[in-house]
C-alpha cells in the first residue's frame, strides 16, 4: 500500500485546525512529543503508529480508517475507502454552505474544460 504523507499531513493538520488547538496543547492531551506532531503534520514521518493514529483521530474527531490508508497501512479490503470517501477525508468537516459553495466551484472548473 502507498503512503500518501501529504494527505495524511493534511488531514491531521486541518482536523487540529478546525478545532482550534495547538500543537501544544495536543501534546498534553496525547502525550507526543509536539515536534514529533510538527514532523507528522509537516509529513516528514514515514510511518507513524495505528496507536498514534487511533488517538489522534479519536480526538481530533476525524477518519482513523483515513489516516491509516494515508500512512500507508495495510487495511482490509472492506476498510479501504472508495475514491470519494479518501477525498471527502481530506476536506475535513463541512458545512452545507461549504459543500455548496465546493460544487459550484467544481462545476466552474469542469466548464473551463469543456
Known amino acids: 500500500m502507498q ?3 501529504n494527505a495524511l499531513a493534511s488531514l491531521l493538520r486541518d482536523a487540529r485546525a478546525a478545532l482550534g488547538l495547538t ?3 495536543v501534546e498534553a492531551r496525547c502525550k507526543v512529543s509536539n515536534a514529533y506532531l510538527s514532523q507528522l503534520e509537516g509529513a516528514k514521518i514515514k510511518q507513524p ?3 498514534l493514529l487511533h488517538t489522534l483521530c479519536e480526538l481530533y ?3 482513523y480508517s ?6 500507508g497501512h495495510p487495511l ?3 476498510a479501504r475507502l472508495s475514491t470519494h470517501a479518501r477525498f471527502a477525508a481530506r476536506l475535513g468537516k463541512t ?9 459550484d466551484y467544481l462545476k466552474f472548473l469542469r466548464s473551463k474544460n469543456r
Not at 66 to 71: D, I, N, S
Open 3 to 5: 503512503a500518501d504523507l
Open 23 to 25: 500543537l501544544r496543547e
Open 49 to 51: 503508529s495505528p496507536q
Open 61 to 63: 474527531g476525524c477518519s
Open 66 to 71: 483515513a489516516a491509516l490508508e494515508f500512512a
Open 76 to 78: 482490509p479490503t472492506s
Open 95 to 103: 458545512t452545507p454552505v461549504e459543500e455548496e459553495a465546493l460544487l
